[in-house]
C-alpha cells in the first residue's frame, strides 16, 4: 500500500484515490523570469519521483504543470512589482506585451530542457496562465457571487475571514497575524491575509485584459485554482509544491477552490518539498545569486549526477547543497555506470529473481517516496552474490529512480588523428608480412596511450 505525508493532516496516509485506479496530480510549475535554479529543480525531481511511485503502483496518472507567465509579484503576498517586468527591466530590453512574451518563452524552453536532461517526464498537460484568462474569470465570478470577494481600488479581493477552513493547511495563527501586522501596505484590505483575485489600476503593468471587475490581471493564486479545476476536477486527489508554498499560494488557492465550488475538501493530499539550502543560507530565484544545471555542467558534473544527489535525501528532509557532497554523488554514480556497463557486457538470463530485492525496494519508495533508503537496497543487491540477474532488477528499480540505467554505456573512445594513421600503417605492414614493423608500430600506439587488438575482424584500438 502507497503511502504519503499528507500536510493537511501532518500524518503518513494511505494513498486512495477519488476514482481507483486513476491519479489526479497538480504540481506548481515554473514562474518564468529566469533560469530555474537547483533549488528549483530539486522540488520537481521530487514530484517526478511522486509521479513515477504512482505509476509503479499501477496509476494512471493525470499531471498538470501549469507555467506561470502573468501575475505574479515580487512578493506573494500581492506586493511589489510583477516578477516578468523586473526581468525586462534586468536585461535591458525595452518594455512591450511582445518582449515580455518572448522572455517567458525563452525561460519556459529553458525550463523544459533543463528537466528532460533531468530524466523528469514531462506532465499529461501544461498550462500556461495567460492562455487561461478566461477561466479565472469565471472562477472568480463564482467566488464573488457566493459572497467571499469585496472590491478595493486596488481590484477584488478574496476576503478570507468568511472562508472557515482558511488557517487549516499552514497551521496558521491568524490572530497573531492580525496583532503583528506591520502597516497593512493596501489599507483598504479588511484582513492581514486578504489576498488579490484581478488586480487593477495598475496603468504601468504590460498585460491587461478586460473583465466584470475592469480592466486588469489575476492574482497569482487564482491561476493554480483555475487551470487545476479545469484539467483535473473540482475535487482532485494530489496537489504540490515547495514547502514555501504552505501558509500563502497553497492556503489562498485552497480558499477560493472551496469558496468557487463549495466542496470540501478541494484536494486530498497536499504533498510539499523541503528546500535545497546553500552553506550560507537559502537559495533564491530573486537574488540573482543561485546555481543552474547549467553551471553544473561546466563544472563537469552530468545532470542526472544532480538527480542522484538530490535522491540521497528524503523529499522531506532540508538538503545542504556543497560541491564536495557533489563530488561524493558524482563518484558513486560513475561506480554505479561501470558496474552497470560490465553486467550489461556480462549478459545474464531474463526475468526477475529477485531474493526479495524488489518488495523491500517497493517498500521502501511506497514508505513516503524513501528513496534513501531505496538507493541503499539497490547497492545491497548490486553486491549480493546471490542474486543472480542484477541488470533486470536494476531496470526495474529506474522506473522509479529515473538514473538511465539502461542509457549507460561506455563513452566512445577519442583516438586522435596520429594514432588512426599509425593505425593504417600497421595494417600495410601486416599486409606485407614485416611482422618487425607492425610491432614497432603497435609500440608507438602504445606510447600514446592507446592498444593494439588483433581480432578477427581485424585491428581494434581500445585505451592502454
Ligand atoms: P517558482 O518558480 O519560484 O514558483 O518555484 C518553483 C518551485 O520551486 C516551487 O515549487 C517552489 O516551492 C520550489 N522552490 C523554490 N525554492 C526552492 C529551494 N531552494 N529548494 C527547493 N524547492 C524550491
Ligand atoms: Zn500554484
Known amino acids: 500500500m502507497l503511502k504519503l505525508y499528507n500536510t493537511l493532516t501532518r500524518k503518513k496516509e494511505d494513498f486512495k484515490p477519488i476514482k481507483p485506479g486513476e491519479a489526479g496530480l497538480y504540481c506548481c510549475g515554473p514562474t ?7 533549488g528549483n529543480l530539486r522540488s520537481y525531481i521530487f514530484e517526478d519521483i511522486l509521479r513515477r511511485v504512482l505509476e509503479f503502483n499501477s496509476f494512471d496518472v493525470n499531471q498538470v504543470m501549469n507555467i506561470t507567465d502573468v501575475g505574479h509579484l515580487a512578493s506573494d503576498a500581492d506586493e511589489g512589482e510583477d516578477k516578468l517586468m523586473k526581468a525586462l527591466v534586468r536585461e535591458g530590453k525595452k518594455p512591450s506585451v511582445e518582449a515580455m512574451k518572448e522572455l517567458a518563452r525563452m525561460y519556459e524552453d529553458a525550463f523544459k530542457k533543463d528537466i528532460k536532461m533531468l530524466n523528469i517526464a514531462e506532465p499529461s498537460v501544461w498550462c500556461r496562465a495567460t492562455e487561461h484568462i478566461s477561466d479565472m474569470i469565471e472562477l472568480i465570478k463564482r467566488i464573488d457571487k457566493n459572497g467571499y470577494a469585496y472590491k478595493t481600488t486596488g481590484g477584488l479581493v478574496f476576503d478570507t475571514s468568511k472562508f472557515k477552513h482558511y488557517a487549516e493547511l499552514g497551521k496558521l495563527k491568524l490572530e497573531e497575524l492580525k496583532a503583528g501586522a506591520r502597516i497593512a501596505l493596501d489599507e483598504e484590505k479588511k484582513n492581514p491575509s486578504d489576498f488579490a483575485l484581478w488586480i487593477t489600476n495598475q496603468p504601468n503593468h504590460l498585460m491587461q485584459w478586460e473583465s466584470p471587475f475592469g480592466k486588469g490581471f489575476p492574482g497569482w493564486h487564482i491561476e493554480c485554482s483555475a487551470m487545476s ?36 475538501p478541494w484536494v486530498n493530499y497536499w504533498l510539499h518539498g523541503e528546500f535545497l539550502i546553500m552553506e550560507k543560507g537559502k537559495m533564491s530565484k530573486s537574488s540573482g545569486e543561485f546555481l543552474t544545471l547549467q553551471v553544473l555542467m561546466e563544472k563537469g558534473y552530468e545532470p542526472l549526477v544532480y538527480r ?98 539502461n542509457e549507460m554505456k561506455k563513452k ?40 593494439v587488438l588483433d581480432t578477427p575482424e581485424g585491428q581494434k584500438v581500445e585505451a592502454a
Open 308 to 405: 542522484y544527489f538530490c535522491l540521497g535525501a528524503h523529499y522531506r528532509q532540508q538538503l545542504t547543497f556543497s560541491f564536495e557532497a557533489l563530488e561524493a554523488a558524482k563518484n558513486a554514480y560513475e561506480k554505479l555506470k561501470a558496474r552497470v556497463i560490465e553486467l550489461k557486457q556480462k549478459g545474464e538470463k531474463g526475468g526477475v529473481d529477485d531474493v526479495g530485492y524488489l518488495s523491500r525496494f517497493t517498500e521502501a519508495v511506497n514508505d513516503d517516496l524513501n528513496t534513501p533508503k531505496a538507493l541503499a537496497l539497490m547497492w545491497d543487491m548490486l553486491k549480493d552474490e546471490d542474486v543472480g540477474n542484477k541488470f533486470s532488477l536494476l531496470l526495474e528499480f529506474d522506473r522509479v529512480l529515473g538514473l538511465g540505467i
Open 412 to 451: 566512445a573512445l577519442e583516438v586522435p588523428e596520429e594514432v588512426t594513421y599509425l593505425m593504417a600503417h600497421r595494417k600495410d605492414a601486416r599486409k606485407k608480412k614485416d611482422w618487425k614493423l607492425a610491432d614497432e608500430i603497435r609500440d608507438k600506439i602504445k606510447a600514446k596511450g592507446f592498444l
Open 32 to 38: 518564468v523570469y529566469n533560469y530555474a535554479h537547483i
Open 229 to 264: 479545476i479545469k484539467y483535473l476536477g473540482e475535487q482532485f486527489d494530489i496537489h504540490c509544491g515547495g514547502i514555501d508554498h504552505i501558509p500563502v499560494h497553497h492556503t489562498n488557492e485552497i480558499a477560493q477552490s472551496e469558496a468557487a465550488t463549495g466542496k470540501h
